[in-house]
Structures are given as C-alpha cells and as structure tokens.
C-alpha cells in the first residue's frame, strides 16, 4: 500500500511539475521570443484537471477532506456510526448510478478532440471514471470500517 501511495504522490507531483514548467514556458516564449503559443495553455488545463481528480481520488487522506462536524460532535457513538454510514451508502448509491451514464458520455467523447495538442477527449475525461470508481471504493471501505470499529470517536473532537 505504502508504494502505492508514493506512486500516486509522484503522479500527482509530476502533474504539477507538467503545470509549472508549461506556465514558464508560455511566459519565455510569448515575453521573450515574441511567439505566443496556445499548446501551453492547454497543457497546464489538461494537467490541472488530472491533478484535481488523480489526487481526490489516489493521494487524498481521509482526515484531509473538508467535513462539516457541527452534528457529528454532539451526536452519540451510535447516531454517529449511523449518519456516516447513511452518507457513505448514499455516495456509493449515487456515484454508482451515475457511472453507467459516466462510461457513455467519456466512451462518446472519443469523436472529439482537444484543439492543440489533438489529445481525444475520451482520454482526457477517462480519469473521472477513476475518481467515480476511487471515491465507491472508498465509501465501500469506509462502510466497512464503520461495521468493525467498536467505537466511533468524533472527525474532530472538540478541545477542553
């Protein structure tokens, strides 16, 4: 799991080094050589929406998302092993649903393609499926956690 992990931070790292070296590029070649280009631009958009799913869906930690607690802090062990499992199979439910409808529309966009660079927009959008699939296996896995735990502490416990 542990290479696995570092495999997805250097995807997710090299993602943002594609970005950066992209962005400098167009700064050189439009300020400097007086030659604007629009590949760079729509290289860094190409990678920025890769970086935002591969690391929702791969180098996200759990502890790291944004949740509102305000319920979850004064709600008893079992309320609380509740609602997280009602939202959980929700997300699983809804997420589920949509994939169908998700695999046509990116096995659709293979007709189309970007303007520069000609990447075929069934590979662009090809990493959705993996963050539709990342984020049911994850909710799969957090439903199973909640099952085993003998106890389920608050997101964040308040501090006395």
Not at 1 to 9: F, P, T
Not at 136 to 149: D, K, Q
């Amino acid at each position: 799991m542990r290479a696995l992990r570092r495999i997805a931070d250097g995807v997710a790292a090299a993602l943002l080094a594609v970005i950066f070296i992209a962005f400098i590029l167009q700064i050189v070649l439009r300020y400097v050589f007086d030659w604007p280009v629009g590949w760079t631009a729509e290289i860094s958009l190409v990678a920025w929406l890769w970086l935002v799913l591969w690391g929702a869906a791969f180098v996200l930690k759990d502890e790291d998302e944004i949740r509102i607690d305000l319920l979850d802090v004064v709600a008893g062990p079992r309320v609380r092993r509740i609602a997280r499992a009602i939202g959980s199979i929700g997300i699983v439910v809804l997420f589920g649903m949509a994939l169908p409808a998700t695999w046509d529309y990116v096995s659709f966009m293979k007709v189309e393609s970007t303007s520069y660079l000609k990447i075929r927009f069934d590979w662009l959008f090809s990493i959705y499926l993996a963050f539709a699939v990342a984020v049911i296996a994850r909710h799969l896995w957090f439903i199973v956690g909640l099952l085993r735990a003998p106890r389920v502490e608050p997101i964040d416990p308040p501090s006395t």
